[in-house]
């Protein structure tokens, strides 16, 4: 069993910038492809990052591309989200989830793909 427990929300201004960390605990962080999603009041959760488990392979929600950035320290075992400038449209319950994966160059998108999910994490971006 995986446990993942997000850090790192709170309240900026749209411009801003934010780093949300993730830490999962109970297995070996790097068997794990790993993503961001986000659930804004009142709609679905969507995809908004993700990384493999080397670390070099990432992609990217068109909303966020060019703004946020996903990255991995397996030495630490933390995935982050580095959220630059941030617009209200932003604002939303940020989830950490974790896959476990044979394979190192693997990302995945889809929630229905993702075995373990953390509590969530408030992001709120105001105007």
């Known amino acids: 069993q995986v446990q993942l427990v997000e850090s790192g929300g709170g309240l900026v201004q749209a411009g801003g910038s934010l780093r949300l960390s993730c830490a999962p605990s109970g297995r070996t962080f790097s068997d794990y492809a790993m993503g961001w999603f986000r659930q804004a009041p009142g709609k679905e959760r969507e995809f908004v990052a993700a990384?493999?488990?080397?670390?070099?392979?990432?992609y990217y929600a068109d909303s966020v591309k060019g703004r946020f950035t996903i990255s991995r320290d397996n030495a630490k075992n933390t995935v982050y989200l580095q959220m630059n400038s941030l617009k209200p449209e932003d604002t939303a319950v940020y989830y950490c989830?974790?896959?476990?994966?044979?394979?190192?160059?693997?990302?995945?998108?889809?929630?229905?793909?993702?075995?373990?999910w953390g509590q969530g994490t408030l992001v709120t971006v105001s105007e």
């Open positions: 990384i493999s488990r080397s670390g070099d392979n990432t």
């Open positions: 989830a974790a896959k476990e994966t044979p394979f190192y160059s693997a990302i995945y998108v889809s929630t229905i793909q993702f075995q373990y």
